[in-house]
Structure formats: structure tokens, C-alpha cells
């Protein structure tokens, strides 16, 4: 992204700026009023300046003054009058060929502009740690998405160290991470919680208990990925067990989560997965919920202050809203 950006400077320093090219810009604007373009095109269109003025409700004098003073502006005519109307000069087809485009190119900025202001279209570039399986992260998502159909979410896995480099490089918009610890140079925004999770083969004893607690855990091998969330969740393990004065046994493998699970359905081990895990189904696995509220931990969003990408402002906005409605679809059961 900085090579891109020192690429752009330098090749404005090699150029030169739009406003000091070789035209003849007047201090106080553009060498003609554009609105004479409009009657231009109109005029060539309809084939007499009154029926211009009729067709955009302004006077004939106007329409009429204004295409004068275009045409001594540039310097030659582009209308030929008669007294049944008008009709353009071959200077005029040619003035009109090689404007329409750059006309059209003016139009489509300002509706593309018009349209990132008001979050029709657009990126916003998400960070992730955890599934989309199921759970508020793919409801808020899937909710957006279908809000703002016009705007691209590029969904990028990744582990917590990354996404800030990122996030602060401008190069994501915001990602999602476990805790709600303030982090230097971005804002936060809890947007809801998740109830810890163990893995277990189904072979396990602890597979017919339908919720677990840390003292049943002790003396099991855990595995976590080498990748994140990896270490975060050995972290996590050592912190909660430390309680019972046993140094657990973890692993770490050279895999992917989802391989993770696998092996984990084979008996090598048991680990930690957030509850967005339930939706997924995986033979020979299951889930139970740690008992302890120390194990329901809160979920944020993180992003630079300095972002002003107004697709990704609107994501966040409509992030909150839709926690209250979800907050209360959870409180009804739904």
C-alpha cells in the first residue's frame, strides 16, 4: 500500500498538476459556464433554441447569450442560424464528440461519489478470528449484506497481531477480536459475548456430560493450531486452569482450526472453540459449554478512528442497531 502511495507522488512530481497544464484557466473558473454545454447539447438535439428554453422552463435570451459567449470563448461557431432554427456547424459535431465523453466521465464521478457518501456501493475489508458459522458475526454480516447490497464485504481470516498491523496500515477496515481491553491508536466497541466452548471426540467420557466445568478438564491433552487462534487460546487455557494449581498439558499443531477439529474427533486431544462452533457439524465431534460465567467472553470490534471510509462508518452503525435487535431476538428465544 505505501509503494502504491510513493508510486502516485512520485508521479505527480514527474507531472505536471492538472492545474498548471497548459490551459487557459482563468482566475475566476472554468474558460465557459458549463450550463451552456447543457443548452448546447439540447440545441443539437432539438434544432432550435426555443424550443431549448421551453424544454428547460429559462428564457430564449438566455439559452441564446449563453451559446454566444461559449462561442467566442473557443472561438468559433457552433451553430449555424436560420430563421427556422438551428443546426450545428462541422466545428460544433466536432466540439460535441470530443466532449461527450469528457461530460459522461464528470457524471459518473459525481454519481460514484455521490453513491460512496451515501453507502450504495463501496468495501469495507473485515478481520476475523473466529468461524462464521453461526452467531451474531454472521447475522450482522448477512444482515448488512442484504441492507446494502451494493457494498462489498471482503471477509479476511487472520490472527490478532495481523489484523492491527493492518488495520492501522489502512489496509482493513475492522476486525473482530475476543475481550474488551482498551487497544492504543483504535476504537472499540463490544457488540456482544460467546459462552466458551470444549471440543471433545465422542468416544471421550466427558462426551456424555452435557456441560463441562475446568476441574473435570484436568490432567486432559489439549491441542490448539500453531496459527491463530491458536495461541491465544493456549493462553487462554493456562489462565483459567492455573486456578486448580495444574500446569495443563497442550500441544501445538501445525494446522488449520478446522483440521484442528478433526484430529480432535480422532481422540489426539481436546481444545477451546467459541460458540459459533455449534452450527458446524463435524463427525465423531461434540461441543459442551463451560459452566463458569468467566467462561462467556466478550466479543469487539476494533477500527483506526482514522478511517473515514463512510461504507465501513455505516457497518459499524448498523452494528449497534442490529445488536439491540438481535439482544432481543436471544431474549425471546428466536
Known sequence: MEQE????????????PSWERPVQWPETGLPFDLRAVRYVLAAAELLSFSKVALALDIKVSTVSRSIRDLEDSIGVSLFERTTMGVRLTDAGSRFLDDILPAIFQIENAIHHAGSAGRVE???VRIGILTTLAGGFLRDVIAGYRQEFDGVRLQIRDGGRREHLRAIRARD?????????????????LELWQERVHVAISAAHPLAREPELDWPQLKGERFIVPSQEPGPEVHDYIIRRIADYSTYPDIGFRPVLLETLMHLVAMGEGITLVSEGWTRIACPDLVLRPLT????????SAVWSPQNDNPAMRRFI???QS?????????????
Not at 502511495?5 to 505536471?16: E, F, I, M, T
Open 292 to 299: 463458569s460465567a468467566q467462561d462467556i467472553v466478550p466479543m
Open 5 to 16: 502511495y510513493q508510486g502516485r507522488l512520485k508521479s505527480r512530481v514527474n507531472n505536471p
Open 172 to 188: 482493513l477496515d475492522i476486525a473482530f477480536f475476543t475481550g474488551n481491553g482498551a487497544i492504543d491508536d483504535c476504537d472499540l
Open 322 to 334: 442490529f445488536r439491540r435487535q438481535w439482544r432481543r431476538a436471544v431474549a425471546a428465544g428466536g
Open 317 to 319: 452503525s448498523f452494528a
Open 121 to 123: 456501493e463501496g468495501v
